[in-house]
C-alpha cells in the first residue's frame, strides 16, 4: 500500500482517547481545549465527509462545567449517532419526517455516557431510520468515506465510523442490527464491538427493547474501543435484558491479551455469503501473520444453511414492528427499501416465525460447541470493497449476482441472530489503499475475552490507527 494518507488537523486530535483522557486526568489539558479542537477539525472535514451535521457547541459548552470529577472519560468530547435521542438537540433519525425532532430528553445510554464523563459534541449521519449499508438521507444527504470521498462510508453507522477516521472525536457511539457498526468500521479502518444484548442499552426509541439491535462503541483502536465499553455500560432498571455491571474493566481486559491463541476461520461463513477474490487475499494475508506470530488458525465449515432465512424473517418482524408504531409523518417519507422490508414483515407465516424461533437456538448450539474449543470465530466483515457513494448496494460480487440490498451484508447476520458479541478490527488494506477489517466473533457474554484477543491481533498486525485528512481520488 501507499503512504497512509496525511493528517493535519489539531495534535490533540491525532492522540487516541485513552491517552487524551490520560492527560486530562493530570491536567495537562482542559476539557474545552478537547471541545476547541473537536469543533476545528469538524469544521476542516465536515464540508467534505458530512459525517457529523448535527453540531451541539453551546450544550456542550454548558456541559463542560458539570463533568464529574475524576470520572472515566474526564470531559471527552464524543458523538451520538442519530437513532438516539440527546436532549435538546436535534434528532431526525435520517427521515424528513423528524427533520425537526428535538427531543426534551436524553435516552439512558446518554445519561450513563454524560454520567461517565462524555461530553457529547454532535450527532453523527445515517441512512433513514439506519436501514441500509450506505450512509444517506433526504435531511442531510450522503457521508463520503475519508479514505476516498468518492466512495461510501458503510452503513448505518458511516457518519460514526468517518467522524473516528478523520479525527472529528475520539470516540463514536454507534447501533447494530445488520453489520451497522461493523461494516462502516471496516471500510474506514476503525475498530468497532457489536455487545452482547443488554450490555450497553436498548435498541433504541423506535425499536424499544429486542436482543438483535444493540447500542456498541467505536474508536481508532482495541484500547479505546474497550475504554468506551467500559463508559457505556450499566444495569437499566428499565431493560429486561440489561446486564449488570461486570467486576472486570474492558480497559483491563484488553490490556491483558492472551499470549496463546486459537481461532477458528471460516472464509465464508459455510457458504452463507459471497467474498471477493481481493477480500479472501486481504484476510488470509493477516491471519498468516497472526499464525507465524504463534496462533493457532484452524479453518472450519459452519452449518448456516438456516441463517438467512432466520435472519430476514426476525428482521422483517423488527420492520413491520416498528411501522406499526410509526406515525403517518413519517411513513409518508420512507425509502422504497424499507417499505420493501415492511411488506415482507407483513408477509411472514406462523410457520416462518416458528422456525425461525427454532432456528436460531440450533444456530446459537453450533456456534457455542464451536466456542468451547476456540477462542473466537474469525470471518469477513464484508464481502467486497466500499462502493460508489452514489451506489445505495451493490449487485454483484466479482461477477456472481447478489439477490437484493441485504444479500453483501449477510456476514452480520450470525452474530445478530444468536446474540454473541463480535468486533470488526482493521486487518489490512485491498489493492486501491481502501481499509479493510475481519469480524471475531466471541463467546456468550464475552466482550471481555473478545477484546483481549482483538487486541493481540491488533498487536501483531502493528498498524497505525492515526486519523486522516480526506482523501480526493
Request: glycine fraction near 12%; charge should be negative.
Amino acid at each position: 500500500m501507499a503512504d497512509r494518507p496525511a493528517f493535519t488537523g489539531p495534535d490533540l486530535c491525532a492522540l487516541e482517547a485513552h491517552e487524551v483522557v490520560g492527560l486530562l486526568k493530570r491536567g495537562e489539558v482542559s476539557p474545552s481545549e478537547l471541545l476547541d479542537a473537536s469543533l476545528k477539525r469538524c469544521a476542516e472535514v465536515e464540508p467534505e465527509v458530512n459525517a457529523m451535521p448535527i453540531l451541539c457547541e453551546e450544550r456542550a459548552r454548558l456541559a463542560l462545567g458539570s463533568v464529574p470529577k475524576n470520572s472515566l472519560l474526564s470531559g471527552l468530547p464524543i458523538a451520538i449517532k442519530d437513532l438516539m435521542a440527546v436532549g435538546g438537540v436535534k434528532t431526525t433519525y435520517g427521515t424528513k419526517g423528524l427533520a425537526d425532532n428535538i427531543p426534551a430528553t436524553s435516552e439512558p445510554l446518554v445519561e450513563v455516557l454524560e454520567g461517565n464523563g462524555a461530553v457529547v459534541v454532535g450527532k453523527t449521519n445515517v441512512p433513514e431510520l439506519g436501514a441500509g449499508g450506505n450512509t444517506f438521507n433526504q435531511v442531510f444527504g450522503s457521508t463520503a468515506n475519508p479514505w476516498d470521498i468518492s466512495r461510501n462510508a458503510g452503513g448505518s453507522s458511516g457518519g460514526a465510523a468517518a467522524s473516528l477516521a478523520t479525527g472529528e472525536v475520539w470516540l463514536s457511539h454507534g447501533s447494530d442490527y445488520g453489520g451497522s457498526l461493523r461494516t462502516p468500521a471496516a471500510y474506514c479502518g476503525v475498530v468497532s464491538l457489536r455487545p452482547s444484548p443488554g450490555r450497553a442499552g436498548g435498541g433504541g426509541v423506535l425499536t424499544g427493547w429486542n436482543t438483535e439491535g444493540v447500542q456498541g462503541p467505536m474508536a481508532r483502536s482495541i484500547t479505546d474501543c474497550a475504554l468506551f465499553m467500559d463508559a457505556m455500560v450499566g444495569f437499566e432498571q428499565g431493560s429486561p435484558i440489561s446486564i449488570v455491571k461486570p467486576d472486570e474493566t474492558f480497559l483491563r481486559a484488553a490490556g491483558n491479551p492472551p499470549e496463546k491463541l486459537r481461532i477458528a476461520y471460516s472464509p465464508d461463513m459455510g457458504g452463507h455469503g459471497l467474498v471477493s477474490a481481493e477480500v479472501s487475499k486481504v484476510l488470509g494475508d493477516a491471519l498468516g501473520i497472526v499464525e507465524k506470530n504463534g496462533a493457532t488458525i484452524e479453518e472450519i465449515s459452519l452449518q448456516t444453511a438456516t441463517l438467512n432465512a432466520t435472519f430476514r424473517t426476525l428482521r422483517g418482524l423488527a420492520f413491520l414492528t416498528q411501522y406499526k408504531r410509526m406515525p403517518d409523518a413519517i411513513r409518508a417519507h420512507l425509502k422504497p427499501t424499507i417499505i420493501e422490508n415492511v411488506a415482507y414483515g407483513k408477509a411472514l407465516t406462523v410457520d416462518q416465525i416458528v422456525d425461525a424461533q427454532i432456528n436460531k437456538n440450533i444456530l446459537l448450539s453450533n456456534i457455542n460447541g464451536i466456542l468451547s474449543t476456540f477462542d473466537v470465530i474469525a470471518c469477513p466483515v464484508v464481502g467486497l470493497a466500499a462502493g460508489p457513494l452514489s451506489e445505495e448496494y451493490p449487485t454483484e460480487v466479482d461477477g456472481q449476482p447478489l439477490g437484493d440490498y441485504l444479500d453483501w451484508l449477510r456476514f452480520s447476520n450470525l452474530s445478530t441472530v444468536t446474540g454473541l458479541p463480535a468486533i470488526s478490527l482493521p486487518i489490512g488494506f485491498m489493492p486501491d489503499g481502501m481499509p479493510m477489517g475481519i469480524q471475531l466473533i466471541g463467546p456468550n457474554r464475552g466482550e471481555a475475552k473478545l477484546l483481549s484477543v482483538a487486541r493481540a491481533i491488533e498487536q501483531m498486525l502493528a498498524l497505525k490507527n492515526t486519523p486522516i485528512d480526506p482523501v480526493t481520488p
